[in-house]
């Protein structure tokens, strides 16, 4: 049974080398995400994330600007746009703060 990656680094398509772990730790300081896996096909520019969100973080969060969002439910929550738009922002938010390269920052979700 495998527990953990086979490979703790891989190679983007330009020749980059990424540490998945490292990314992952730096995007999980963040409270909106309970879970983040990163990993990247060797024919991409970047890296791509699977992120399971910190529900009652996010619905805060929602509160704040979006009510209407709040009641939904968790899966409809997932495929709401602007609730999309919100990860993206906050996944660039902490590659800046951080001084991710270009290569490291996760710009594509689910």
């Given amino acids: 049974m495998l527990v953990d990656r086979v490979k703790s680094i891989f190679k983007l398509a330009q020749g980059e080398y990424v540490a998945p772990e490292k990314l992952e730790a730096l995007y999980q300081s963040c ?3 309970n879970q983040i ?3 990247a096909n060797p024919k991409s520019i970047y890296p791509v994330a699977i992120i399971v969100p910190n529900f009652n973080e996010l619905r805060e969060s929602l509160s704040k600007t979006d009510h209407e969002l709040v009641n939904l439910s968790d ?3 997932c495929q709401h746009e602007s609730v999309h738009r919100k990860y993206l922002n906050v996944l660039d938010q902490i ?3 951080r001084f ?3 290569f ?3 710009s594509c979700f689910c």
């Fill in 31 to 33: 409270g909106l995400i």
């Fill in 37 to 39: 896996f990163i990993d």
């Fill in 75 to 77: 899966h409809d929550l």
């Fill in 95 to 97: 590659a800046n703060e």
């Fill in 100 to 102: 991710l390269k270009g």
């Fill in 104 to 106: 490291e920052k996760v």
